[in-house]
């Protein structure tokens, strides 16, 4: 089984900033990508970056310029760290990763339990 674990939410005031941690534990190979959603009240869950093993890094167009995603490989974490923080920002954030599996070397998908991110003055 693996597990992914998220921190770091809260409440933060617009023009601040956030860091976001995802641990993932269990029996993992490797993992291919970690990515971040989130979701508001009323509205569908919203892709808000990616970074994969090999680098590549993308981000959704309302957060480029002020969100970064980054990976620990040794610590099996992903970090959102979101800067200049707005209102729209505000959401429950979930992890999620592409994990190939030990003993297996099967890939499935994991989802943390998500954590609310609440901007506001």
């Known amino acids: 089984q693996v597990q992914l674990v998220e921190s770091g939410g809260g409440l933060v005031q617009p023009g601040g900033s956030l860091r976001l941690s995802c641990a993932a534990s269990?029996?993992?190979?490797?993992?291919?990508?970690m990515v971040w959603y989130r979701q508001s009240p009323g509205k569908e869950l919203e892709l808000v970056a990616v970074?994969?093993?090999?680098?590549?890094?993308n981000f959704a167009d309302s957060v480029k310029g002020r969100f970064t995603i980054s990976r620990d490989y040794a610590k099996n974490t992903a970090y959102l760290q979101m800067n200049s923080l707005r209102p729209e920002d505000t959401a429950v954030y979930y992890c999620?990763?592409?994990?190939?599996?030990?003993?297996?070397?099967?890939?499935?998908?994991?989802w943390g339990q998500g954590t609310q991110v609440t901007v506001s003055s």
């Open positions: 999620n990763a592409d994990v190939v599996r030990i003993p297996s070397k099967t890939r499935a998908d994991y």
């Open positions: 269990g029996s993992i190979f490797t993992i291919v990508a």
């Open positions: 970074i994969t093993t090999g680098g590549s890094i």
